[in-house]
C-alpha cells in the first residue's frame, strides 16, 4: 500500500516537472521569436526610414550653404578694407539697391554712381572678365571674381575681351550713354553671388555722401 502511494506520489512529481520544463521550453521559443530575423516588410521600412533621413540631412547641409552665400557679406572679414574698389573716381550714389519683392518683380538690381560718357569705369577687384559685349541694346562688361562672385557694369563700352584676367582698378572700357537719361549719365554696378543678385554697397568703402532710401510710392 505504501509502496503504490509512493509510486503515484512520484508519478505527480514527473509529470510536474514535465509541465514546467514544457513550460520554459514555450517561453524560450516565443522569446526567440520575438529576438528572430526581422521580417522582410518592416527590414524594407527600416532601410526606407535610414535613406529618408540621410536625404533630408543633405538638404539641410545645401539649403544652408546657399542662405550663407547669397549674403555679399561674407567676402569681407570684420575690420578689413572692402573688397571691392568704386568702378569711377566717385563714390557718390545716385540710386541704391532696391530688393524686388520677386525674381521677376519692380526693383533695382544693382546701384547707379554718375557718371558721364566716356569716364574710365575700372575693375571693382581682381577675376577675369566673363562677357562683354550687347545685351538687350547696352554694353555690358561682366567679371568673375571667383567664389561665386560676379560684378557687371553698364553700359560700358569694353576696352577688354572675355577672359581678359585683370586687376582690381584696371580699366576695362569707358562708360556709356543711356541708364540714368532722367536725370544724369551714370554707371549702373551690379553685384551676384552663385547668380542671385545682391547689394553691392557692402562690398565697397563708404560713399562720399549718404544714400537714402528710395520711395517705392514715388515710383508707383
Do not use: N
Not at 557718371?115 to 538687350?136: E, H, I, N, R
Request: with cysteine; proline share 11%.
Amino acid at each position: 500500500m505504501d509502496a503504490q502511494v509512493g509510486m503515484r506520489e512520484g508519478r505527480k512529481r514527473e509529470d510536474g516537472m514535465r509541465e514546467v520544463g514544457m513550460r520554459r521550453c514555450e517561453a524560450a521559443w516565443q522569446v526567440g521569436v520575438r529576438a528572430g530575423p526581422v521580417p522582410p516588410g518592416r527590414a524594407v521600412l527600416v532601410v526606407l526610414a535610414v535613406l529618408v533621413t540621410a536625404v533630408l540631412i543633405v538638404l539641410l547641409v545645401l539649403v544652408a550653404g546657399t542662405g550663407a552665400a547669397s549674403d555679399p557679406a561674407q567676402h569681407a572679414a570684420p575690420g578689413s578694407p572692402a573688397p571691392w574698389s568704386w568702378p569711377t573716381t566717385t563714390r557718390v550714389v545716385l540710386r541704391p539697391w532696391d530688393a524686388p519683392a520677386t525674381d521677376y518683380g519692380p526693383g533695382h538690381r544693382g546701384l547707379d554712381v554718375p557718371a558721364p560718357p566716356g569716364t574710365p569705369a575700372t575693375a571693382p577687384a581682381d577675376g577675369m572678365v566673363a562677357f562683354a559685349g550687347q545685351v538687350g541694346g547696352r554694353t555690358v562688361v561682366t567679371i568673375d571674381h571667383g567664389g561665386g562672385l560676379v560684378s557687371t557694369l553698364d553700359p560700358v563700352e569694353p576696352s577688354v575681351s572675355a577672359g581678359t584676367l585683370v586687376r582690381r582698378g584696371d580699366r576695362v572700357g569707358t562708360v556709356g550713354a543711356g541708364h540714368c537719361p532722367l536725370t544724369t549719365s551714370c554707371l549702373h554696378l551690379g553685384a551676384r553671388v552663385d547668380g542671385a543678385y545682391v547689394d553691392p554697397l557692402p562690398l565697397l568703402p563708404s560713399p562720399a555722401w549718404p544714400v537714402l532710401l528710395p520711395d517705392r510710392q514715388a515710383r508707383g
